[in-house]
């Protein structure tokens, strides 16, 4: 924000303050958990060439995949499986390195909202027969990370605690 703007919202909104530095908080949060798995990912071998990424895919397939992701996992992931192992690693590390850092956040945030809905639909099928409420329950490890991207898309936490901020020599927090 603006120095003028970050006054405003001060003097007029205390709350707006109190929001800013919880969504702050929460995108640094996400953004170290997200640089822990990038981080074991990118510096061990199991996961991109031991076959660890294989594993998880096909993992999902047995679980329950959406009807739909199962040929794309079959077909097209696995046989596509090393390159697409190093793409997850990498995404995973640059989305956290971009929330802790807090810069691209937007960016990453799409991506990261793209990667926890492709996470989704390859592991939480709930069934044909399932109630409608029951999808949402089936997503929740997933559905809460995707809707924290989407907030972090929408809004701009990067403003605060970020990089940018500091280098600009404005630290609104």
Not at 45 to 58: A, E, V
Request: charged share 10%.
């Amino acid at each position: 924000m603006t120095a003028a703007v970050n006054a405003t919202v001060r003097r007029y909104h205390p709350m707006a303050m109190s929001s800013i530095k919880a969504l702050t908080g929460l995108r640094i949060a996400v953004g170290a958990l997200f640089l822990i798995f990038g981080e074991y990912k990118v510096v061990g071998t199991q996961f991109t060439l031991g076959g660890g990424f294989q594993f998880w895919i096909n993992r999902f397939l047995q679980d329950g995949a959406y009807p739909f992701m199962v040929p794309v996992l079959k077909d097209f992931v696995l046989a596509h499986a090393t390159p697409i192992a190093f793409l997850v690693a990498c995404g995973e590390l640059a989305i956290g390195i971009a929330l802790v850092l807090g810069i691209l956040v937007r960016p990453a945030s799409i991506c990261g909202v793209i990667y926890m809905s492709t996470l989704l639909f390859s592991a939480n099928y709930p069934g044909p027969h399932a109630a409608f409420w029951q999808y949402f329950g089936a997503s929740l490890e997933h559905l809460v990370l995707a809707f924290c991207f989407a907030a972090f898309a929408l809004i701009k936490p990067e403003e605060t605690l970020s990089i940018r901020t500091y280098m600009r020599g404005r630290h609104p927090l």
